[in-house]
């Protein structure tokens, strides 16, 4: 629509005024809000921009690919994919509080992309190196950041939307999101050629897997529950709700899997089985602050739990969550 047009023209227009021929460095989460960034700041732009994309080995099943496939594969942007899944999973050994798990990885993600951006300044592409630090926030983001928050929407925006950090680093703000909420972001995001799928995402939280893993994190636990998720949200995907036409995933407004790092006895074949239970967990909510449990269709349930156990060998056993916020959270930490 020509409305949508004229205001990807206006931000490319003040984009370009802003940044001049310096150059911009842009932290790539994977998520709506830095994609649409990324997006728009790079048709602005082009090569001004590099998108930092840190790997903390705690996304989803090929996530990370496909965050490269859409960014440097079909945009040509510049980005850097930085892994440093060691790196966290080591730094999270042993630690089993989930604020202590937060922290670490807030603080690793910010020191990662902290040394990215040192580069980047101290080296640009181009002959003075980068200038401008880019964030995806957007208007509600600035709202919350004024007045009182919680302790925990801290967490989250020192995670992403890193406070303080261009200061730190000595670089200029540059955040052409400000002004839209998060509507506005995704039709922006469409308009600008990110793929549906991809702007119409559920949230998905900074610590990723980290906090989706109940107490210490380990490799073993993540390579299950990343496959386990995947079939779950396949599932919520391509099964569609007579009544109103949509997908179970369109009608959630998160949905993903737990680990539980406890063992259940079962039975395959002529054989026991001593192995991990995974509880999944789908809420529909406006606001996040209050939710409900999504009364998903009892044949959903029954196909993912099957496909889950007969293809995801080590867990045995998949719970359904029926527990609303408040009093319950959405994330299991
Ligand atoms: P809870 O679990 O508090 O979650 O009901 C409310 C919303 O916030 C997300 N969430 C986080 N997002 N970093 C984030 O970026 C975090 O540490 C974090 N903790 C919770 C959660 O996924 C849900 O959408």
Redesign the pocket.
């Known amino acids: 629509d020509w409305v949508m047009r004229d205001h990807i023209a206006e931000a490319v227009e003040s984009i370009r005024k802003q940044v001049g021929d310096e150059e911009v460095i842009l932290g790539l989460s994977g998520g709506v809000d830095s994609s649409v960034a990324a997006a728009l700041i790079h048709r602005a732009i082009g090569d001004q921009l590099t998108c930092v994309f840190v790997d903390h080995g705690l996304l989803r099943l090929n996530e990370g690919d496909m965050v490269m496939d859409m960014f440097a594969g079909k945009l040509h942007a510049k980005v850097i994919r930085v892994d440093a899944s060691d790196l966290f999973l080591g730094e999270l050994a042993g630690v089993t509080d989930p604020e202590q798990k ?1 922290k670490i990885i807030g603080r690793l993600f910010v020191d990662v992309f902290k040394a990215e951006a040192e580069k980047l300044k101290a080296n640009g592409q181009g002959n003075k190196g980068a200038t401008f630090l880019a964030q995806g926030t957007i208007y509600p983001d600035v709202i919350e950041s004024g007045g009182a928050k919680s302790k ?1 929407a801290v ?2 925006k020192s ?2 939307n890193v406070g303080g950090l261009p200061e730190q680093l000595g670089l200029k703000l540059l955040e052409p999101l400000r002004d839209l909420f998060k509507d506005e972001v995704r039709e922006l995001g469409v308009a600008l050629g990110l793929p549906h799928d991809m702007v119409y995402r559920h ?5 990723g897997l980290g ?1 989706r893993i109940l107490g210490e994190v380990k490799k073993e636990y993540a390579d299950l529950l990343r496959r386990a998720d995947a079939i779950f949200i396949e599932e919520l995907r391509s099964h569609i709700d007579k009544n109103s036409g949509k997908s179970w995933y369109d009608l959630t407004s ?1 949905a993903f899997t737990v680990f539980l790092p406890v063992k259940s006895v079962g039975v395959m074949g002529d054989g026991r089985t001593y192995d991990y239970v995974v509880a999944l967990r789908a809420v529909q909510t406006s606001d ?1 602050m209050t ?1 409900d449990w999504a009364e998903l269709p009892y044949s959903l349930l029954k196909k993912v739990s099957s496909r889950i156990i007969n293809e995801v060998r080590g867990i045995n056993r998949v719970t359904y969550d029926v527990s609303s ?1 408040p009093p319950a ?3 299991w930490e």
């Open positions: 937060r925990k967490t989250i995670h992403h949230p998905f939280p900074g610590p906090v998160q996040f939710a916020k959270t959405i994330e």
